[in-house]
């Protein structure tokens, strides 16, 4: 019997009735052989061994490595207790620990422990970037200096890793891509590592993003995240993909100790009696429309529904204008603005963070109160050039949509305001986890500013439906 790697599948040739049985193979007729995806290597290896079969194994790769984690501190409890969960759970599954708690590390350890060629996949290149420094200071002892792709005529990079994505193309025996360039590019370099890191691994299960697992042999897999949960529920597909959730701290169980303590403070505004007047009218219009049609906005395909039927429909159009009416006037109300003003007089001192939904809003804030603002249209050198004058005191205000909420690290903050949002959970942990890294003794608060007796008190409740706000 013989295993080969083929663009993200394992093709095997043998005996049939020995083949049909393992994991997911499935008879190609194109080729003659049986076939099945690249992710059942490992339970292909295992089932053969099992069975004591002779095979020649064609697919994998790489080889062992000799690692050495250099110029890192003594991990926390906490994570030494998620990598002895990872490798006794097989070396496979997912880590959950809140933003500033040192995932980082955990997944360094595991590198260094298991000691193989390693693919750590980022949802962005600034992250991509700020990954690659951390493994070139934990590894620079190491001396990896062979590169991976037999088309380069010399190694790419002397430090021995490598950059996939970002308009860098180098394979080491180390590399740092994203989900964007991994799903691409794994149906080639699947075979070359042994272990999968997914950083915010929450974004794996997506349609497309999956095939970063699936096209991969890595028989040893890490997932990263500190809100794991998904509106469509495939989170699901995490046992599949890189292995269940088999480590889980929250953010009270941390909080003092290696998180900054903190308190959620909401405040609730008035609408004017005008706006009131207009708000009511548009909310009755969209829910008429919503009831008609019997759609339950709360459902995971609630939205999508609604925007089919607002299409559809001849009463359509005006609903979805009441819709975003009735939104609008609860997310920015002028309300909302005048207690800003107080707030950030109250915090002058401090290293502030606004939050808002929209980028409208960002730059309304970024004009009135003459701070720099941060959406996605904001150049990159721009953004790390505000982040760093933010953090040294230079800037105590930033004002941001949503471009902040992951993967950011802003330890002087210490205040942040939400002056809207939407009703996601990952998304109110994040925005608390901005604001949750130990910088010396500092004590964070998020306020959440809410118009009273609208949509958003119903939406403030289901962000906050987790644990570590019970």
Known sequence: MQITFDAGTLVLTGDAAQIESLPGCQFDSRIDAFRTEARHYR???????????DFTDNARGYQPIALTLTNSREPFPHQKEAMTAWWNAGGRGVVVLPTGTGKTLVALLAIAYVGRPALVVTPTI???NQWYGEMARAFAACGLALSLDPL???PQAESGIGLLGGGYYELQPLTVTTYDSAYIHLERWGNKYGLLIFDECHHLPSASYQFAAVGAIAPYRL???????????RDTLYAELVGPIIYRREIQQLAG????????????VELTPEERERYTLARQTYRQFVTDHGISMGSPSGWQRFLQMTYREPDGRAAFLAYREQKRISLAAPAKINLLDDLLHRHALDRVIIFTYDNASVYEIARRFLVPAITHQTKARERQQILERFH?????????????????DVPAANVGLILSGTGSV??????????????????AILYEVVSRDTGEEYTSERRRQHEAYR
């Open 392 to 408: 040294s005191g230079e800037y105590n205000v930033v004002v941001t949509s949503q471009v902040l909420n992951e993967g950011v």
């Open 43 to 53: 339970a292909i290896v295992e089932e053969l061994r099992r069975r004591k079969l």
């Open 126 to 128: 600034p992250l991509m």
């Open 426 to 443: 990952r998304e109110h942990v994040q925005r608390l986890g901005r604001l949750l890294r130990k910088h010396g003794d500092k004590q």
């Open 257 to 268: 100790e290696f998180l900054a303590d903190y308190r959620v403070i909401r405040i609730e």
């Open 152 to 154: 380069s005529a010399k």
């Open 223 to 233: 997932g990263l995240t500190a809100t794991p949960e998904r509106a469509d529920g």
